[in-house]
């Protein structure tokens, strides 16, 4: 499904490519602090405060870092799922158990994803998250979200709006990637907050 540009409105896949550019420049150093700073800040939300479970996942390569946030929640102890990707791109779910309880896995030719190795719990596991952090690209003044175009986290949150669930829905990304306007599809969700390094965005007030 095509979703209506504006005039002049770069499409999903241009503005991909250039903030995947940007991000392809980082240096190791710049992964180091951001990740530890984004950590800091999302550690604040309220929403994470009071999770019980959170469904999170790996960062890799130079997406905004997640391991030590991952290592913070769990030592507040909230139960933390990390998504294992299926071959129709759906995404099943394992414990979080500390980083030597993850497995370097490839699929097809894709970059290879950390994944939890224990037990799966099923696709319908994140239902019971009171948290879901997102992985993405950019988003924009309402909330939209910019992914990586291969619709893992569209079914994720078309099976928590199916089930009736209703966990606050937090992006982590750069600062630079909250932008003025994400193309949307009809399929396409808000988000409730953003967090970057440098502090926390909210469009939507829980209460």
Known sequence: MRHIARPGEPDKRTLRQGL??????????????????LAARALELPELGRAGTVAAYVSV???PGTLALLD?????G??????????????DWGLYEGEGSLARVRH???MALLEPAGERLGPDAVTAAD???????AVDARGMRLGRGGGSYDRVLARLERAGADPALVVLLYDSEVVGHVPEEAHDRPVHAVVTPSGVRRFRQDS
């Open 20 to 37: 995947l550019a940007v991000r392809s420049r980082l240096t190791a150093d710049d992964l180091r602090e951001t990740s530890t700073a």
């Open 108 to 110: 097809g030719g894709r």
């Open 61 to 63: 390569g130079s997406e």
């Open 72 to 76: 913070a929640l769990r030592a507040r």
């Open 78 to 91: 909230v139960r933390v799922l990390l998504p294992v990707l299926l071959p129709d791109n759906d995404l």
């Open 131 to 137: 948290a879901v952090l997102l992985p993405g690209l």
